[in-house]
């Protein structure tokens, strides 16, 4: 993927930094997350009024996502995940002229810029069994402030923003739900249909 690296005339597009590291990785429900929505704004957005800068740790593969103005690859290489997303991304927001940062789940205090974050959901929370110790210390480090943090907070279900408005009590005008959308080739089927396929596989 390849992109227009020069600022629009007049330097007056709003720039959104994005945490893209991601979309170089396996195929993850996170990753088509991100996949799905930079898709959908590169489609929506004009590049002479937005442009969205997407930091990464390795390059960012051809086909994660289509060619478009709108996107500015950022790679910046470094050992340490942690690391690279507490100290290197705002850094790296501040170099590139960021207005805003839309992450997942953590938000470093070291940003100059409002942040996004989406949460898809808290069951580390909810169901702290599913996730080992560590990860259940780490999540419960990062993630409640992170969220206090951030100027907005995404999530995926009315379900996911009730939950965290009550377990992390953030305001409710401060958490959006907005539902995950279907990936191409995907498309409602007859009830009936449905239900012969699930009758005849099981």
Not at 25 to 51: M, Q
Not at 152 to 161: D, G
Not at 183 to 194: D, T, V
């Amino acid at each position: 993927m390849e992109a227009d690296s020069e600022p629009p005339a007049g330097g007056q597009a709003v720039r959104v930094g994005i945490d893209a590291r991601l979309l170089t990785g396996a195929y993850t429900g996170d990753r088509t997350y991100w996949r799905g929505l930079l898709k959908a704004l590169g489609e929506l957005l004009s590049p002479t009024e937005h442009r969205l800068v997407l930091f990464s740790m390795r390059p960012i593969p051809e086909d994660a996502l289509p060619e478009s103005p709108l996107y500015e690859p950022v790679v910046a290489p470094a050992r340490s995940e942690r690391l690279w997303s507490l100290l290197r991304l705002p850094k790296l927001a501040r170099q590139n002229r960021c207005d805003l940062v839309h992450t997942q789940y953590t938000v470093s205090p070291l940003f100059a810029v409002p942040t996004v974050t989406t949460v898809h959901d808290i069951s580390f929370l909810i169901e702290p069994r599913w996730f080992p110790l560590k990860d259940r210390i780490l999540l419960r480090l990062t993630v409640p402030a992170s969220c206090r943090r951030a100027k907005r907070v995404l999530t995926v279900s009315e379900t996911s923003r009730e939950d965290i408005i009550a377990m992390l009590g953030l305001p409710p005008d401060k958490v959006i739900a907005t539902p995950n959308g279907l990936p191409e080739g995907f498309y409602p089927i007859p009830k009936a249909e449905a239900q012969a396929w699930v009758r005849k596989k099981y």
